[in-house]
């Protein structure tokens, strides 16, 4: 695969690359929608990954060419990128250069083949893999010396201030940072990270993945309104943001909201605990007690925060009515993904049920596949 990823480099771009850089997609085991307000995640990198195979140019042309485009080379002046310049799927990347640019680091152009088996819009954070997977790539070109967390930040950078989506951190730091056989516990805060070890395996468990094929879209602003809405009750209650609201003080605290924001606050507040629960369970070896915990976020992000939808909604329930331990959805919402924790042996009925429960409904199918915490973004040659 790598080899191929040479290969096609070559045929595209008339020479070897100098190597190829892989980073992988994520899911989010809980902590949904606590990255923008300082608190805590914890996703885990899919075995699905971006590659990009790339080789400097002296010239401060950007050249890409995606497998998985139109078969064309978008081809960039290096000094001619600004945000809005780029709007194809090729701001990702080009916005990684920018980004670098813009920072201050010394880098030129460069040849870029990518290749991708990341699902797009499903909620898995294919764009951030392929901004750190462009990030790693030229980190080694230019020599640059970023750490993994520097190429997270770098590639969120791309993603805010170049594609214009206001996401938070955890998706490029999942990318980025993510070891094989552990989930990444990060405080979006202080940026702390512990990587917290998850053998689904050992404990007779897998981890399902259910894409429902509803595509969801960050960068049409319901995205950014949630955003707003949360930074504007932080205000209204005088925190710098919701992670500083005790759960002791919550009550009290939607008692002072709009009627508009409290479900919003509560949601944060809640699941920041739920992602520290998980952690209690997981260290304490039970990773089983995992399963409620996850049903109980997906209830508030339907309920509270309303970021589910009918598809989503019907995985969780026609998943945790065929025996899964628990179900949510993952990402940042209005379709995507739904993962579930499933005893192995119900690994096929569950997602059979789930499968058929969106046959009755009239919905396409959805595609299921299990999935173990795998590698952050690396060099593969
Ligand atoms: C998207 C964003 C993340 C995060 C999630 C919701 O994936 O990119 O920063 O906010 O939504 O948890």
Partial sequence: MIDQAATDFEAVHGARP??????????????????????????????????????????????????????????????????????????????????????????????????????????????????????????????LGLTAPEIALVAQRAENAFVGVPCGVMDQMASACCTEGAALFLDTRTMEQRHVPLDLEAAGLRLLVIDTRVKHDLGDGAYAALRAGCERAADLLGLEALRDLPAADLDAALERLPEELAPLVRHVVTENQRVVETIEHLDAGRTAALGPVLTAGHASLRDDFRVSCPETDLAVEAAVAAGALGARMTGGGFGGSVIALVETADVEAVAEAVRSAFATAGFAAPVAFTAVPSAGARRLA
């Fill in 18 to 143: 100098t190597g190829v850089w892989a980073a992988p997609g994520r899911v989010n085991l809980i902590g949904e929608h606590t990255d923008y307000n300082d608190g805590f995640v914890l996703p885990i990198a899919l075995p699905h990954a971006t590659k990009v195979a790339a080789r400097r140019r002296e010239d401060g042309r950007v050249r890409v060419y995606s497998a998985q485009g139109d078969g064309t080379i978008t081809d960039l002046a290096l000094d001619g990128l600004a945000p809005g310049v780029v709007t194809s799927w090729a701001a990702y990347p080009a916005g990684v250069f920018w980004a670098l640019a813009d920072a201050g680091h010394a880098i030129g152009g460069a040849d870029l083949y990518v290749d991708s088996d990341v699902p797009t819009g499903a909620g898995l954070s294919s764009s951030a893999a392929l901004e750190c997977a462009t990030a790693a790539a030229l980190n080694d070109l230019y020599g």
